[in-house]
């Protein structure tokens, strides 16, 4: 009686110790992961951007000029990046809502090949699909020349090598970003709900402005960042399908960190980026309100 | 919005047409028929059950009175008005959806105030109307909360007062206790009820739950594989089925088939000779056989050799089981292998298994059934 009393006694105290522990070292692959893949780099990142001096010898100087640069030299490329992924998010969505709502609700057993069909395009590698725009925009191309004949472009007009060709280049690349979301979302909605706002005196437009859209908002919400994160960043539909003219921030970066070797300011621009983008998000997700949906 | 009209229907006669009217009405999906030209009327204010087993076509048909499914053949009438081919949001019918269906994204407040938002009524109103409808359905305060914040009989009254608010004309209403307990469902039986006298509205109430629907309807359709096979009040249809479905649906009975002696009389003959006698007026005229059907509880069984008047079959208990308000029994007779018995433990006295005893009940509880 007694030595079983004991022996509960003093191994309560670990059994109880371990079961804090539990929690701990299951957060400690996935914690390591961030601070050896995560914190690290961007500590690293944050002090290569304070140094000074010429390739290849840099060293640390508190050198804040580095983020001067993007306003003083690259201010037209850092503008190209917001307004291009600006736009090409929203004609992703324009494009991506309706395509998805169709599949999510129109779909029927077509669904899961109408999905297949969306991401089709993807199994051609990045490049190839890119440089096939080019081919659509060419100078004396089928759409231009058709564009021209309705009198929609000039007569000296182009598509290659403008904006347009670069929004259109982001808009392609990412749509299968914006729609996957969206639908998932859009299929998640019990049918009933519509044919209750239905029998309560709701058109069928009104019942998706009251009911279907705000409850497919968590799925735009993530479509957007998905589409407009990864946009802003974006250097290759610059490179591809513009010219130095529509160069976006991601070129700068990808040249000063491969081609010039200024790695400070590269640096900068890059972490510069980060917190514009993130600063930008917070507010758009708080507006959006998707809290409120979480069930 | 504002396209939701009333319009005076009235009947060429004058008199005040039926609530809701369904004229031959049918659904077909593809070549299967889910609903086989169904003809109804019911009266205004009516507490009105569409009974049957699951898949006979009760949701198919309050769908098409609703407006969410096209009929394929037939007419739909709500105050004499044809609405057949009309839209679920001009039509003056609201739902209780089996799910219940409420928004999860708005308060308990907006869910009820939805249908008359959608008509432009003005904050004000819509404020004590909400307030009011909260109170009848006893969830005063819970205005500013979620859907799913609320139990599922809290819900359930939700998605009720949702649709009350409107006024609806008919409400309609599609298994709306089933998704609850049983204590729960008795409890929202009685209150429905209750909400029901007090709104006087027509409920059309769709259940595969026969004590539900005779709990608390005036009056009950039972529908079978996409028709109605007995229209009528609780008592009319348990009395006297008609058909051998709505008997065995509608509590347990005991069938057995019989050759008419003399219609006039109500004599009929079973199987071995036994005579029986059912009230003249229910035989079938011109017919030989008829199907007779005597529910459990109408059976008394005395001692075998006991004169008595009325029906009599002899025979033998082969099981008794005592369940406390009535004891059930299993009787064995040379006609029907097994008659089901079911009697009130009053005083008299109560027998056993291998007891030779009479199985008697009066003729006017015997019914027929096709
Ligand atoms: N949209 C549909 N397509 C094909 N068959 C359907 C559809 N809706 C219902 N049915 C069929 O119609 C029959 C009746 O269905 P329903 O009205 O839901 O029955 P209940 O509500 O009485 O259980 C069922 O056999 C069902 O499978
Ligand atoms: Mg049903």
């Not at chain 1, 201010?75 to 309706?98: D, E, H, K, R």
């Not at chain 1, 490049?127 to 564009?147: E, M, Q």
């Not at chain 2, 139990?151 to 599609?174: E, Y």
């Not at chain 2, 025979?315 to 009697?343: K, N, R």
Request: proline share 5%; hydrophobic share 50%.
């Amino acid at each position: 009686m007694s030595a079983v009393g004991r022996e509960v006694s003093s191994s309560a105290p670990t059994a109880a110790w371990r079961r804090k522990l539990v929690p701990y070292g299951l957060l400690l692959p996935g914690g390591l992961w961030l601070i050896i893949f995560f914190v690290v780099p961007m500590l690293r990142l944050v002090s290569v951007s304070l140094q000074t001096g010429i390739y290849p010898r840099y060293r640390f100087a508190w050198a804040w000029s580095n983020y001067a640069e993007l306003v003083t030299n690259y201010g037209g490329q850092a503008v190209n990046s917001l307004v291009y992924a600006f736009l090409a998010t929203a004609i992703a969505f324009l494009i991506a809502y309706p395509l998805a709502y169709f599949i999510a609700f129109r779909g029927g057993r077509w669904k899961n090949f109408l999905l297949v069909m969306l991401l089709m395009p993807f199994l051609m590698p990045f490049l190839l699909r890119t440089l096939s725009w080019k081919i659509i925009l060419a100078d004396h191309g089928l759409l231009v020349d058709l564009l021209k004949s309705v009198h929609l472009l000039g007569e000296d007009g182009r598509l290659l090598a403008t904006g347009v060709a670069v929004v259109a280049g982001i808009v392609y690349n990412f749509l299968a970003f914006m729609t996957l979301p969206i639908y998932v979302s859009l299929e998640k909605i019990d049918r009933s709900l519509v044919e209750a706002a239905n029998d309560l005196y709701a058109s069928p437009a009104v019942a998706f402005r009251k009911v279907t859209f705000p409850l497919s908002r968590p799925g735009v919400v993530a479509g957007t960042l998905l589409t407009f994160i990864p946009a802003v960043g974006d250097y290759v539909n610059a490179v591809l399908l513009g010219t130095p003219q529509q160069f976006m921030i991601g070129n700068v970066i990808q040249s000063r960190f491969l081609v010039v070797l200024d790695y400070p300011v590269a640096a900068a621009l890059s972490f510069t980026l980060m917190i514009v983008t993130v600063l930008l998000i917070i507010p758009y997700v708080r507006a959006a309100g998707t809290e409120d949906l979480v069930a | 919005m504002a396209a939701v009209t009333d319009v005076a229907g009235g009947l060429p006669d004058g008199g005040e047409p039926p609530a809701v009217q369904l004229e031959s009405v049918t659904k077909r999906f593809g070549d299967f028929t889910a609903v086989d030209e169904i003809s109804l009327d019911i009266e205004e204010n009516r507490f009105f059950a569409l009974l049957g087993p699951s898949g006979c076509g009760k949701t198919t048909t309050l769908r098409m009175i609703g407006g969410f499914e096209e009929t394929t053949a037939g007419i739909i009438r709500l105050h004499g008005e044809d609405v057949t081919g009309r839209k679920p949001y001009r039509r003056m019918v609201n739902t209780v959806f089996q799910s219940y269906a409420l928004f999860p994204h708005l308060t308990i407040f907006e869910n009820v105030a939805f249908g008359l938002r959608r008509r432009d009524v003005d904050d004000a109103e819509i404020k004590t109307r909400v307030a009011e409808m909260l109170e009848l359905v006893q969830l005063g305060g819970r205005e500013k909360q979620k859907p799913h914040t609320l139990s599922g009989g809290q819900q359930q009254r939700v998605a009720l007062a949702r649709a009350l608010i409107n006024h609806p004309r008919v409400l309609l209403l599609d298994e709306p206790l089933g998704a609850l307990d049983l204590k729960l469902r008795k409890e929202m039986q009685i209150e429905l009820k209750r909400i029901q006298n007090e709104v006087g509205i027509t409920f059309i109430h769709v259940t595969h739950d026969q004590e539900e629907a005779m709990t608390m309807a005036d009056t009950i359709a039972v529908m079978h594989k996409g028709r109605i096979e007995r229209m009528g009040t609780a008592t009319e249809i348990y009395e006297d089925p008609q058909t051998g479905f709505v008997a065995g649906f509608l509590g347990a009975s005991n069938l057995m088939q019989a050759d008419i002696v003399d219609a006039s009389t109500g004599e009929v003959v079973l199987a071995q000779g036994r005579r029986l006698r059912v009230s003249p007026g229910r035989l079938p005229a011109g017919e030989k056989q008829v199907r007779l059907g005597v529910r459990p509880e109408k059976i008394h069984l005395v001692p075998v050799d006991a004169e008595i008047e009325g029906n009599a079959l002899e025979g033998l208990v082969i099981d008794a089981s005592f369940i406390g308000v009535s004891t059930h029994y299993l009787v064995e007779t040379g006609a029907i292998a097994q008659l089901a018995v079911m009697a009130q433990n009053l005083d008299d006295r109560r027998f056993a298994q291998g007891d030779r005893i009479k199985a008697v009940w009066r003729p006017e509880h015997t019914f027929v059934v096709t």
